[in-house]
């Protein structure tokens, strides 16, 4: 079924709608107790085995990528922390998304008096927000408890870092609402999302960090939206980027958002103006 379809405009105090979503997003998530427990004990296993791997490769290669053998080892453990809170492999409000439009419910969405973009954005941070103090905070215990690791002693550096994640949380929203927003076309974002996995890992500096990277290939990964995911929160942790490069660092991230969040707008636009309920 083909349908003409116009977003209605948000009504005026969505804003303590949006707040609600989020707080929903978070009761949501944490009533998956078990598999909660089960994520934070298997990014606590990768963990320990990254962190073995880094400390062998950093003795051999002392300060390989700017890093000392401690920091590279706390990178190990933040990235660990970071993996689900910024959802380097995708997931989160996808899921959902993906969900209605195989439904046909997506068409139910965009006829709500509430911003599409808007509602989904709120439901991912306060996914994050979940996934942050859960199976963030856990394997970092561990990994401090087993491993010479680099704490932040500065009030301010703490902050630095969570307003760096949060801008990283946005950023990895943006990208993965433009992948989302393919099922209009394609009705099943899976192959797409599928790629953006493997590019996401890659980038972001899950695997390695981007200081690693030779040449141009790292002069380009350091300029795409993936690595304000990983490498540069992760950065502000271990204050290997002090002074003006902090505010450089944010401002980045802060740029990418900005960017793709109007990305999506456009493409939302773009997409609603006739939308293929499947199904219908």
Same mark, same amino acid.
């Given at each position: 079924m083909?349908?003409k ?7 005026p105090?969505?804003?303590? #709608?949006?707040? !609600?979503?989020?707080?929903g !997003? ?15 004990v ?6 320990f ?7 062998a490769l ?6 390989l990528?700017?890093?000392d053998?401690t ?24 899921d959902?998304?993906q ?16 911003d599409?973009?808007?509602w ?6 306060g996914?994050?927000?979940f996934?942050?103090?859960?199976r963030g ?13 680099r704490?932040?002693t500065?009030v301010?550096?703490?902050?630095v ?8 949380v946005v950023?990895s ?5 433009l992948?989302?927003?393919?099922g209009?076309?394609?009705?099943d974002?899976?192959?797409v999302?599928a790629v953006?996995l ?8 899950? #695997?390695l ?14 300029v #795409? ?7 540069i929160?992760?950065?502000?942790f271990l ?7 902090v505010l ?5 991230q802060?740029?990418?958002?900005l960017?793709? #969040?109007?990305?999506?707008r456009?493409?939302?636009l773009l997409?609603?103006r ?7």
């Amino acid at each position: 079924m083909a349908a003409k379809l116009r977003l209605r405009p948000p009504e005026p105090g969505t804003a303590g #709608l949006y707040l !609600a979503v989020a707080r929903g !997003a978070f009761r949501r998530y944490s009533t998956y107790r078990a598999a909660t427990l089960a994520g934070a004990v298997t990014n606590t296993a990768f963990g320990f085995i990254l962190a073995s791997t880094f400390l062998a490769l950093w003795r051999a290669r002392p300060g390989l990528g700017g890093y000392d053998t401690t920091q590279a080892v706390t990178y190990i453990w933040v990235s660990q922390a970071l993996l689900v809170t910024v959802a380097v492999w995708g997931g989160g409000f996808q899921d959902d998304v993906q969900e209605r439009f195989r439904s046909g419910d997506i068409a139910v969405d965009l006829y709500r008096p509430v911003d599409f973009q808007g509602w989904w954005l709120a439901s991912d941070l306060g996914r994050a927000g979940f996934h942050l103090l859960s199976r963030g905070a856990l394997p970092v215990l561990a990994g401090a408890l087993a491993f010479d690791i680099r704490l932040p002693t500065s009030v301010t550096v703490w902050a630095v870092f969570l307003l760096s994640v949060l801008l990283a949380v946005v950023v990895s929203f943006g990208l993965r609402f433009l992948v989302a927003l393919t099922g209009f076309w394609l009705h099943d974002s899976e192959g797409v999302r599928a790629v953006m996995l493997v590019v996401a890992m890659f980038f972001s500096g899950m #695997l390695l960090p981007i200081t690693l990277f030779p040449g141009a290939l790292g002069e380009l990964a350091a300029v #795409l939206p993936w690595s304000a995911l990983v490498q540069i929160p992760t950065d502000l942790f271990l204050q290997h980027r002090t002074g003006g490069a902090v505010l450089g660092a944010l401002g980045f991230q802060a740029a990418w958002a900005l960017a793709l #969040l109007a990305a999506g707008r456009g493409l939302q636009l773009l997409a609603t103006r006739k939308v293929v309920v499947q199904g219908g």
